[in-house]
């Protein structure tokens, strides 16, 4: 059974290390459609992807949110990139292994996966 | 939908959006009966609303003129031969129940709702879930209000360490019917 005093350890442990989380301007926001459309469409096995990347790789810059309907149902499930800086991405009928591509390439190494994107996907 | 855990995941969304703080989901099989409840603090609807609430043609978004959240979810359990059933005040929250006969034909699983709640829990780590779930033999609960208090303000609950806390804690809960 897990217990609570596991949690106490994670706290104890996360106390003694320097916190290197700071309130940076290079936070990155990544969204992806939770709507009635979005999760019928295959949102949540894409939103458990890209949550296991980012916990694997470690990314401390990285804020992923759930948003509702952004009316462009035809295309979910969609996930946006809000970049300090950059244009906002839109990535359109993803799924779980293009959500580790997009981690991987856009988030880590800053090239937008423009194959995914609803510009090579609208027509 | 493919699974009630995602019927879940969008109907907690709902929640969400109606600014609330806690959200509870109850989900109880016994025997051949599975009972679904999820309930909220938000911001509650008015009794029109909630009279229109079930109709897919009705929606409080101005951008479009549907919502399919809450009527799949009501076919579904009404499929099964089961019932559906939702309270709301203004202010107050939100109170909603399916029920379902897992044994009917048209039953669909119930999915892995681990995955519904982790994500909720993890995407959200602002607010409190309490998840419920209870068998002929079993009740499990998880209440982050818990988890809070042992993790102080220092860590999030989304911290990759808790979250693995989390989905071992669900996993030994084995949320399935």
């Known amino acids: 059974m897990k217990s609570l005093a596991e949690l106490q350890a994670i706290r104890e442990k996360a106390r003694q290390q320097i916190s290197v989380r700071e309130e940076s301007d290079d936070n990155i926001r990544v969204l992806v459609g939770m709507a009635t459309c979005g999760i019928a469409a295959g949102a949540r096995p894409v939103l458990t992807a890209i949550m296991d990347e980012i916990s694997k790789r470690g990314l401390k810059n990285v804020t992923v949110t759930q948003t509702g309907c952004i009316g462009i149902c035809q295309f979910e499930p969609v996930v946006e990139v809000v970049a300090p800086g950059e244009n906002k991405v839109t990535y359109v009928k993803m799924t779980a292994e293009k959500a580790v591509r997009m981690v991987n390439d856009h ?8 194959e995914y994107t609803i510009g090579a996907n609208a027509k | 939908m493919q699974e009630l855990s995602l019927n879940i995941m969008d109907i907690a969304q709902n929640s969400i ?23 909220d603090n938000g911001k509650g609807m008015s009794e029109e609303q909630l009279a229109h609430v079930t109709d897919p043609f ?43 006969v897992t044994s009917h034909v048209d039953m669909i699983p119930l999915g892995d709702l681990n995955q519904t709640i982790l994500l909720l829990i993890t995407c959200n780590p602002d607010l409190d879930f309490v998840f419920i779930h209870d068998t002929d033999e079993t009740t499990f609960t998880l209440d982050t209000r818990e988890l809070r208090e042992v993790l102080g ?10 979250t693995q806390w989390i989905r071992e804690a669900l996993e030994e809960g084995e949320s399935r019917c």
């Open chain 2, 17 to 39: 959006v109606a600014g609330a703080t806690l959200i509870t989901i109850h989900a109880a099989c016994h025997g051949d009966r599975l009972a679904v409840e999820i309930s």
């Open chain 2, 58 to 100: 009705f929606t409080t978004r101005t951008t479009r003129k549907v919502g399919l959240g809450v009527p799949l979810f009501k076919m579904q359990a009404e499929l099964t031969g089961g019932m559906f059933s939702i309270d709301s005040q203004t202010g107050i929250g939100t109170h909603l129940k399916a029920e379902f």
């Open chain 2, 153 to 162: 303000g220092e860590v999030p609950l989304n911290d990759p360490a808790v």
């Open chain 1, 107 to 114: 988030l880590v190494n800053g090239n937008v996966v423009s």
